[in-house]
């Protein structure tokens, strides 16, 4: 059973990912920039690794500010084990294992916890770690979110905390709990946040309920002890350059902080469910990778049922009230249903200005619903496997009244293929090295667009140069500095904008080139001069006519194509 339960997860995996696999020129549709981003953030592993480059902090990107990464996805965890495949075959295909065996190995953990630990049995342990694997949510965040959907040591977790009320060995057990922890944190912070608060809630109702475990209290605080002293002292400097050190910011912005979960999404289907498309989760998210709340009516109803049938276990208790308080918070600072506000203020708005929490998008609190209900449903099938034990003469319907409920509840929810889409081969210019001569002396490259949150194909090129290839601007989140901005030290998508910067942003937006002036002319040395350009490049880009004849006129340099670009040598300028 064991086998057959990894496997099916490894045929899941590989069915939510097989549109990229079968075509190395496909990328993902629905999320171009947060793919190239990771495939930057995979080089930058293998950086690390191959030239002891600085693990926290990167010079290859925002030229010349640099960009702190430990304030942004790194996946340090994942991307220094995966330097090989990424030297090997390249960032596409380390961010593609990554996000594929992410989900994989998701489901094997879950598989272990609840057969192990916490249900016992195979069936209602692979039925409760399916969904928390491959759950509409999850499946959202497949769309370029790996760091996401790679929640392997979440249960791991888990279970390492469990095993801290051992009686005498609190010493051992504190510091393997540290060590998963570490981990996660350099996964992904917001789910080890997540994690954190959902331990802390069922670990005090269990604690209320269960008189008999009181005895247990000494070691398993001992062990916490010694866990959160270690990951505090492994964690600290990493946790400090995030925090205060070069090109890091003080939460996100309130726009950002307001992205919520619609109450009408958690009867809705995800556009990537069976029963979902574009039309179901129309204007009940943000966008197609923050579809955490999707959950279809048939299964919210049968969680209603599963948490009244299951209300004298604990650990059932436990996770109602868990789920409640993670479904409210999601739902921001006011309650929006069918996406109109209803003026209705939420427990967030409470919160959101906190320390840490302004850090947090209020409509993930929703993503952590889904291990809670995985759990709920392998109590759910347990207790009626239970039932059909028991009762011999009555198991037939019992089994058949379990699978008819099931299946009408998470058919629908099935996963189905990510989108994909073909992405523009990089320029030779790129993967040949014809940029080196023009970067010597510490200068960057500046393309055109300059990549933001909206195109990050500059970062893609990047990737392919393992970093050399140093980039101005970027897509990242970094530090609001500007003297006038509204929010000054939040977090903004890119650098601040300047005049040239926007320039080429409404061009690319809109395909006109804006007039012209002296002072334009000013900016773009200025701004060129700022960035240390070495060289401007135009790859294929729809508006790419517009895109040269705007930095023609700006610079008075006549562009030269080259091996897939325009080039303009702005040296003269900047020297």
């Known amino acids: 059973m064991d086998l057959l339960a990894a496997l099916s997860f490894v045929a899941l995996g590989f069915w939510v990912t097989a549109r990229l696999w079968l075509d190395p020129r496909n990328g993902i549709r629905d999320n171009r920039s947060d793919q190239a981003q990771f495939e930057w953030m995979m080089a930058h592993g293998a950086r690390v690794i191959t030239q002891f480059a600085y693990p926290f902090h990167s010079d290859r990107m925002n030229v010349p500010d640099g960009v702190n990464l430990m304030a ?3 996946v340090l965890s994942v991307s220094l084990p995966l330097t090989p495949v990424t030297l090997l075959f390249g960032p596409r295909a380390s961010f593609l294992l990554f996000l594929t065996l992410g989900m994989i190995a ?14 016992g049995s195979r069936g209602p342990a692979w039925l409760g770690a399916a969904f928390c694997a491959f759950a509409p949510a999850m499946i959202s965040h497949a769309n370029s979110h790996p760091n996401i959907v790679s929640q392997f040591v979440v249960p791991l977790i888990i279970w390492r905390t469990l095993r801290l009320a051992e009686p005498g060995r609190w010493l051992r057990n504190g510091v393997l709990l540290a060590l998963v922890i570490v981990w996660q944190a350099f996964l992904n912070l917001e789910i080890l946040l997540m994690t954190a608060i959902g331990l802390g809630v069922v670990v005090a109702l269990f604690a209320l309920r269960r008189r ?3 005895h247990r209290a000494r070691p398993f605080l001992a062990g916490l002890g010694v866990a959160a002293g270690f990951a ?10 995030q925090f205060f050190g070069p090109g890091s910011y003080q939460g996100l912005s309130r726009l950002i902080r307001g992205y919520s979960s619609d109450l009408a999404s958690f009867v809705a289907y995800s556009r990537e469910s069976l029963a979902g498309s574009p039309r179901t989760a129309e204007g009940l998210a943000k966008n197609p990778t923050e579809e955490n709340s999707f959950f279809g009516w048939a299964l919210v109803v049968l969680v209603i049922a599963l948490v009244w049938w299951l209300r004298r276990n604990v ?6 009230v868990l ?4 479904a409210v918070l999601s739902l921001g600072r006011e309650v929006i249903f069918d996406g109109r506000e209803t003026g209705v203020p939420s427990l967030w708005a409470l ?23 995985g759990l709920l449903l392998a109590l759910g099938a347990e207790r009626a496997r239970q039932l059909a034990v028991r009762h011999s003469r009555a198991r037939p319907r019992i089994r058949f009244w379990t699978v008819t409920v099931l299946a009408m509840a998470l058919l629908p929810l099935l996963p189905t293929p990510l989108p994909a889409t073909h992405r523009d081969p990089v320029p030779t210019f790129v993967t040949s090295g014809a940029w080196r001569p023009y970067v010597a002396g510490g200068r960057s490259v500046v393309t055109l667009p300059l990549p933001d949150t909206n195109y990050a194909e500059p970062l893609r090129w990047s990737a392919v140069t393992r970093l050399e290839m140093p980039l101005a601007r970027g897509y990242f989140l970094g530090p609001d500095d500007r003297p006038h901005a509204q929010e000054r030290g939040a977090a903004l998508f890119t650098a601040p904008p300047r005049p040239t910067s926007s320039f080429f942003t409404v061009i690319r937006q809109t395909g006109a080139v804006p007039p012209i002036t002296p002072q334009s002319r000013v900016n773009a040395v200025d701004d060129l001069r700022y960035w240390r350009a070495g060289v401007v490049i135009l790859g294929r880009h729809r508006n790419a006519d517009a895109l040269r004849r705007g930095m023609t006129e700006l610079t008075g340099i006549q562009p030269v194509f080259t091996r897939g670009v325009w080039l303009w040598d702005v040296r003269p300028l900047t020297d």
């Not at 998701?106 to 249900?119: C, E, H, K, P, Q």
């Not at 505090?232 to 350059?241: F, Q, S």
């Not at 789920?323 to 993670?326: D, H, K, P, S």
């Not at 906190?354 to 209020?362: A, D, N, R, T």
């Open 72 to 74: 942004n996805t790194s």
């Open 106 to 119: 998701t489901g094997i953990a879950w598989y272990f916890l609840f057969s192990r630990v916490l249900i």
């Open 212 to 214: 008999d475990l009181r």
């Open 232 to 241: 505090a002292v492994a964690l600290a400097y990493p946790l400090y350059v």
């Open 315 to 320: 650990l059932a208790l436990a996770l109602t």
């Open 323 to 326: 789920g409640l308080l993670f």
């Open 351 to 373: 919160l959101e200005d906190l320390p840490i929490l302004h850090s947090v998008v209020p409509t993930r609190w929703a993503l952590a619903l889904t291990p809670i209900i």
